[in-house]
């Protein structure tokens, strides 16, 4: 046996040691998954877009190292970051939103082919060195898992909580389970549990094809609160390919609304 075991990691989220480039940054949120193809990157990127269009001044912070999407998300692709000093100052995106991504720093088809390490590097670099200036809310996008990047995150940014994101299949969901049992171990708190990819809506009734209930049920049993289902909809594939977050493009539809009253429900909490 390998001896392997959960408390391996130092019970530290890095509270009361916050970097100086995040004292002027009110919230601080981290949306996570612990599985990957669930949607996270859409998830973070409309919710700091709703976030935005309530006139919240916001950031972004893609820590996924060797898969980072936000710039597509954004529609930023291309984009460069500038120098100013040895500071790092973000790209502007929509409504105004700064984004920081190592995905402006390398080719879009590069691959990089880093260990743990170097992601961990990357992560306090961009994290110390970036100009926010003043924000109401920072979003970090978390990569898959439970690994270098997201404790990296935990134990250099004091984070206000950490917004999980699965669907409903039950493999996901156990992988899920495994990032809440992290942010419990790094004493992060868990804002709550969103179900991606949820439903269809055919001829007016939700169809479950991924199956039904499973993100309530494991909020339940975690104890978190469960923040609410965002449906499968191709507009949304469409307009997240496009660089345009959906509750900016079609407010009317099922998606925005189901990120507008997640949004409604997370300030509550942070309020």
């Known amino acids: 046996m390998l001896g392997i075991t959960s408390q391996v990691i130092p019970l530290d989220n890095g509270v009361g040691k916050v970097p100086d480039s995040l004292r002027n940054i009110s919230r601080k949120i981290a949306v996570m998954s612990g599985k990957g193809g669930v949607g996270k990157t859409t998830v973070s990127v409309n919710l700091a877009a709703e976030l935005a269009w309530r006139g919240y001044s916001v950031g972004i912070l893609d820590t996924d190292i060797t898969g980072p999407n936000v710039p597509r998300a954004t529609g930023l692709i291309g984009s460069q970051v500038l120098l100013e000093g040895n500071k790092i100052m973000p790209v502007n995106g929509p409504l105004g939103m700064k984004v920081i991504s190592l995905g402006f720093m390398v080719s879009d088809e590069d691959a990089i082919v880093w260990r743990g390490p ?154």
């Open 118 to 271: 170097m992601k961990a590097k990357a992560i306090k670099e961009l994290i110390e060195n970036t100009y926010w200036g003043d924000l109401d809310f920072l979003v970090v996008d978390l990569p898959p898992g439970t690994g270098d990047e997201p404790l990296s995150v935990m134990q250099l940014m004091p984070l206000d909580g950490v917004i999980f994101v699965t669907t409903p299949q039950v493999i996901a969901l156990m992988d899920v389970r495994r990032a809440i049992r992290m942010a419990k171990l790094m004493n992060v708190r868990s804002l709550g549990l969103i179900e991606n990819m949820s439903y269809f809506m055919c001829g007016g009734e939700k169809m479950r094809i991924f199956g039904e209930g499973g993100g309530r049920k494991l909020a339940d049993e975690e104890g978190i609160p469960f923040l609410g289902e965002v449906p499968i909809d191709p507009e949304l594939t469409e307009l997240t390919d496009e660089g345009k977050p959906v509750i900016l493009e079609h407010r009317g539809s099922l998606v925005a609304k189901a990120f507008s009253e997640i949004v409604d429900l997370v300030l509550k909490q942070l309020d």
